[in-house]
């Protein structure tokens, strides 16, 4: 069994925000150790076959089911993505307070209960309650955020880059998750990367590995966090869902 030991948390969610966009976003770099990052990895390869589903140069992976009409069926995460991301989340404040909540305090399941796994080789770009919650593994890569114009129309030009390290845990919520597009571009390297052009450039956890400006694409799994509002326990009642 492993032993899920914390690594470099901070004492509440405000130390780690994400200050030149708007106020709700946040950004860990060392979220998860490197041996977990390793376990997870092997757990997403050691998935059955038909769990993956091949889209346009990504391969995708839903957890516990996909939504029918907006809807997933009633059934628990399995433990290997419950822990140790799940309980670790849940124990992160806003705020350095003891009255202060934590990301779902206000959602419906008061937790995570769907969990999105895209792999994304070089090259390839990818009805909740407003909090998502993104794991990066085995590679860094740089999120576009979108904003519309005044003609309707979306700006081809990012208002904002978010610059994701491998292990790290990325925030969005409220109006960040919202009103922005986020996207990844059809690249093979992110280049122009200083603390003028990423905005989470000092919650980095190693700017040096980027001073040159260009982070070189690797394959990268992302794991993202999300609370469906509407569960049916169409799944439970049949029995469609083993434990693991």
């Not at 060392?30 to 990504?58: C, M, N, V, Y």
């Not at 399995?78 to 404040?93: D, K, T």
Request: overall charge negative.
């Amino acid at each position: 069994m492993m032993d899920w030991g914390a690594t470099n948390l901070p004492a509440a969610l405000e130390d780690v925000r994400v200050t030149r966009l708007p106020p709700s976003s946040f950004y860990i770099a060392d979220f998860i150790s490197e041996e977990e990052e390793r376990f997870l990895l092997q757990k997403i390869a050691d998935a059955p076959k038909p769990r993956w589903k091949q889209l346009t140069h990504r391969r995708l992976q839903t957890w516990p089911s996909d939504l029918v009409k907006n809807k997933l069926i009633d059934a628990p995460l399995p433990q290997w993505l419950q822990e140790p991301v799940v309980s670790r989340i849940l124990s992160l404040p806003f705020a350095a307070d003891p009255d202060s909540s934590n990301l779902f305090a206000n959602s419906p399941h008061k937790r995570p209960n769907h969990v999105l796994i895209n792999e994304y080789p070089p090259g390839d770009g990818p009805a909740y309650h407003p909090v998502v919650c993104t794991v990066s593994l085995g590679a860094s890569i740089c999120l576009n955020l979108y904003q519309s114009k005044e003609d309707g129309g979306l700006d081809p030009k990012p208002l904002a880059r978010i610059l994701q390290e491998p292990r790290s845990l990325l925030v969005t919520t409220d109006s960040l998750y919202t009103n922005y597009l986020h996207g990844i571009a059809d690249i093979e390297e992110d280049v122009q990367l200083s603390s003028e052009t990423v905005v989470n450039w000092d919650l980095l956890r190693s700017k040096t590995d980027f001073a040159a400006g260009q982070n070189v694409r690797a394959t990268r799994t992302s794991l993202t966090y999300r609370d469906v509002m509407q569960v049916s326990k169409l799944g439970a009642k049949f029995g469609l869902f083993g434990q693991k």
